[in-house]
């Protein structure tokens, strides 16, 4: 079965930090994009962070740069997001996605192949 799992998520304070995890089952991550997206209650979806399949090309969200940093492990199967400074406006659900393409140095906000179940993110004191 091919899924991706997210973990990390939890509870933190304003100023504190997380580390999520998306990892890959059934299937390799090497030629696959990833994105990082969250979605808090009555809002929206929005892109966070993508990195591409070798790691060399990654790109962030206005709100989350220079807070953020995505990257990935292949040998591990799995992607990660660092997230520091956390504000209460970062409370979301959040997920990872992958999508499968040719080129290893690009990653984008739509299209994607395969979704996580999300772990939920929470910043509050």
């Known amino acids: 079965q091919l899924q991706l799992v997210e973990s990390g998520g939890g509870l933190v304070q304003p100023g504190g930090s997380l580390r999520l995890s998306c990892a890959a089952s059934g299937f390799t991550l090497d030629y696959y994009y990833i994105g990082w997206f969250r979605q808090a209650p009555g809002k929206e979806r929005e892109g966070v962070s993508c990195?591409?399949?070798?790691?060399?090309?990654?790109k962030y969200a206005d709100s989350v740069k220079g807070r953020f940093t995505i990257s990935r492990d292949n040998a591990k199967n799995t992607v990660y997001l660092q997230m520091t400074s956390l504000k209460p406006e970062d409370t979301a659900v959040y997920y990872c996605a992958a999508r499968r393409w040719d080129s290893s140095m690009y990653c984008g906000w739509r299209d994607y192949d395969f979704w996580g179940q999300g772990t939920q993110v929470t910043v509050s004191s």
């Open positions: 990195i591409s399949s070798n790691g060399g090309v990654t």
